[in-house]
């Protein structure tokens, strides 16, 4: 079953030098499951099309599907409504409450879809231990070390168990062992069969992904499947000498 | 260099001395490295291996009998091979280099399309490397050569991009 369908999706934005077309009339499915990385240089319009398949923006012109409800032609309710539910994000920035603790980050959107602060107590105790932070629950995101804020920002993306994960660049402000922390998060999530959209320049972290799709001035120039059979390291040995 | 000097004869026949210069002005600065009489050599060796023929051509006054060399059929045989497989399992510079100033040359394969099928290739090693990464503990010394491998990786494919903007410019040209 696919979680994302896209159809002929199109973004144009106004410029100096006249409309651009930031995302020009691409087509996706996304299956349960998958963890995709769209990648590109800066400005190629993959952070666009993150925005369109979360409802953060709205096309020009075709459509998107999320678990099979249209996403692009939705009222606001209904669209602020699939954000908290449905979609989980996590940006580079991390976009943590700097006055709430870690716990009360993970909380804040099962109490704003409804759930009973009870509930959303327990929801973040289990995911905090999850992402291997439940030692730091009571701690406010400037005592964290960067790894450990985007850890906390993963965990309350999957508060309200979204059918998706949109990552935007979620390890551009991390050095090599927090974006490895990271990575290996969004390792455990793909095995437990989330499914996962990331959005990144790193070619180190999009070669992690199941399927890698380039972008160039909005169009998609390659869509390939990584995750081949795995343990063949012999022949990476003799790579690069 | 086999290789290239068969993708040179490709487009068409040719002398030693011009086969050199072509080689020279395909690896730029790095050019000015290579031996004058390897291609001589070499031709001679493909010579043998029936992938070329030479006929002598008429000489002028000034310059004596030379010989042209052209492609058998063996020969383009073997160029469409070569251009057609992925470098592996360490994609030279060089020779990869070689290759996409060939394709364009002899117009036998898109230049922007080998860099494609090479990317694919290094993309599937990176992301071999960074299962293997990911799996071992932080601060590990095994996982500091996976880090080395994953590094020459990375950097192979900021190359690659490079090369498509070039070839893919010159395409438009």
């Known amino acids: ?241 | 260099m086999q290789d290239a000097i068969l993708a040179m004869l490709a487009k068409e026949p040719s002398h030693g001395y011009d086969l050199g210069l072509r080689l020279r002005r395909a690896l730029g600065p790095l050019g000015g490295s290579m031996n004058a009489g390897q291609v001589y050599v070499t031709l001679a060796r493909l010579e043998k291996a029936g992938l070329v023929v030479h006929e002598r051509s008429a000489g002028s006054p000034d310059r004596p009998d030379r010989k042209v060399y052209a492609l058998t059929d063996a020969g383009h045989e073997r160029v469409t091979a070569w251009l057609a497989e992925v470098n592996r399992p360490k994609p030279d510079l060089v020779e990869f280099h070689l290759k996409l100033a060939a394709a364009s040359a002899s117009r036998l394969a898109d230049p922007v399309e080998l860099v494609d099928v090479q990317r694919r290739e290094l993309l599937r090693r990176l992301a071999e490397a960074q299962r293997a990464v990911l799996a071992e503990p932080e601060g590990s010394t095994g996982g500091l050569l996976l880090e080395g491998v994953a590094l020459r990786l990375e950097a192979d494919l900021r190359w690659l991009e490079a090369c498509e903007r070039v070839w893919s410019r010159r395409a438009e040209a």
Do not use: Y
């Open chain 1, 1 to 241: 079953m696919n979680v994302l369908q896209v159809r002929d999706l199109t973004k144009r934005h106004g410029h100096k030098h006249g409309l651009v077309r930031a995302v020009d009339g691409v087509d996706l499915d996304v299956p349960a499951g998958q963890l995709l990385a769209v990648t590109g240089p800066s400005g190629c319009g993959k952070s666009t099309l993150l925005h369109l398949l979360g409802g953060l923006e709205r096309p020009t012109s075709g459509q998107v599907w999320l678990a099979g409800q249209r996403v692009d032609t939705a009222g606001e309710r209904a669209l602020a409504r699939l954000r908290r539910r449905s979609v989980g994000f996590v940006f580079q920035s991390f976009h943590l409450v700097e006055e709430l603790t870690a716990a009360e980050n993970v909380e804040l959107p099962v109490l704003l879809a409804g759930g009973s602060p009870r509930a959303a107590r327990r929801r973040a105790g289990q995911l905090l231990d999850q992402v291997g932070l439940a030692h730091r629950a009571r701690r406010q995101p400037w005592r964290l070390s960067g790894g450990e804020r985007q850890r906390v920002a993963v965990a309350r993306a999957l508060a309200n168990e979204p059918l998706v994960v949109l990552a935007d660049e979620p390890t551009g402000n991390l050095d090599t062992a927090a974006t490895n922390e990271v990575l290996r998060l969004f390792a455990d999530l793909r095995a437990m069969g989330q499914t996962v959209v990331l959005v990144t320049h790193d070619a180190r972290v999009a070669a992690t992904a199941d399927r890698l799709i380039s972008m160039r001035d909005g169009v998609f120039v390659d869509d390939a499947w990584l995750g081949g059979p795995a343990g063949r390291l012999g022949d990476l040995f003799a790579m690069g000498d």
